[in-house]
Antibody, heavy 120, light 107 residues
Framework: QLQLQESGPGLVKPSETLSLTCTVS??????????WGWIRQPPAKGLEWIGN???????NYNPSLQSRVTISVDTSKNMLSMDLNSVTAADTAVYYC????????????WGQGTLVTVSS | EIVLTQTPGTLSVSPGERVTLSCRAS???????LAWYQQKPGQAPRLLIY???GRASGSPDRFSGSGSGTDFTLTISRLEPEDFAVYYC??????????FGQGTRLE
């Protein structure tokens, strides 16, 4: 059974870089069937797509975050990573990794999410 | 930029009722690539519907999706106690590539 597990620091200081990883088990991240990516949710707010990556390493990013975010995969570790630099309090959110269908765009598998707080 | 507007924001309902949730797009959704998710407190969203009307694996058959172009609907035929949650619609294809509605809460 496919499982996604996010990990990373719960607290990041303003202006620093937020780095998260997502370990995938029960399936291969190098499969050419799906995209793998990140979605976030500020406390008590809605969902915001951050970006995703396909098996070849091609990335798609939300234009509102594109200048600050980098998504990558480590196929040897079956792991997805995300770096978001120059963070502010507005980046405080629960961050989810998710598997997304490349043609129809739905995310049919999600991690449980990890809360990241930006504060000094 | 495409915007998805969900109405109502909050809906007061009772178990056993038929419930209809609306999602309207500011422009036509590419190939009707519209999905619906259910999110309960402290949990990740769960996919219910994809491609506007396709039922996701494990999604109960009381959930159905319909619509095309700019107007989409999620219907719960008979509300169960476990269906009280927030429901989000999401489109794929217009900039930004993936956009979510603001959600409808069932209480």
């Amino acid at each position: 059974q496919l499982q996604l597990q996010e990990s990373g620091p719960g607290l990041v200081k303003p202006s620093e870089t937020l780095s998260l990883t997502c370990t995938v088990s029960g399936g291969s991240i190098s499969s050419n069937v799906y995209y793998w990516g990140w979605i976030r949710q500020p406390p008590a707010k809605g969902l915001e797509w951050i970006g995703n990556i396909d098996y070849s390493g091609r990335t798609n990013y939300n234009p509102s975050l594109q200048s600050r975010v980098t998504i990558s995969v480590d196929t040897s570790k079956n792991m997805l990573s995300m770096d978001l630099n120059s963070v502010t309090a507005a980046d405080t959110a629960v961050y989810y990794c998710a598997r997304t269908h490349p043609l129809t765009g739905e995310s049919n598998a999600w991690g449980q999410g990890t809360l990241v707080t930006v504060s000094s | 930029e495409i915007v998805l507007t969900q109405t109502p924001g909050t809906l007061s309902v009772s178990p056993g009722e038929r419930v209809t949730l609306s999602c309207r797009a500011s422009q036509s959704v590419t190939r009707n690539n519209l999905a619906w998710y259910q999110q309960k407190p402290g949990q990740a969203p769960r996919l219910l519907i994809y491609g506007a009307s396709g039922r996701a694996s494990g999604s109960p058959d009381r959930f159905s999706g319909s619509g095309s172009g700019t107007d989409f609907t999620l219907t719960i035929s008979r509300l169960e106690p476990e269906d009280f949650a927030v429901y989000y619609c999401q489109q794929y294809g217009s900039s930004p590539l993936y956009t979510f509605g603001q959600g409808t809460r069932l209480e």
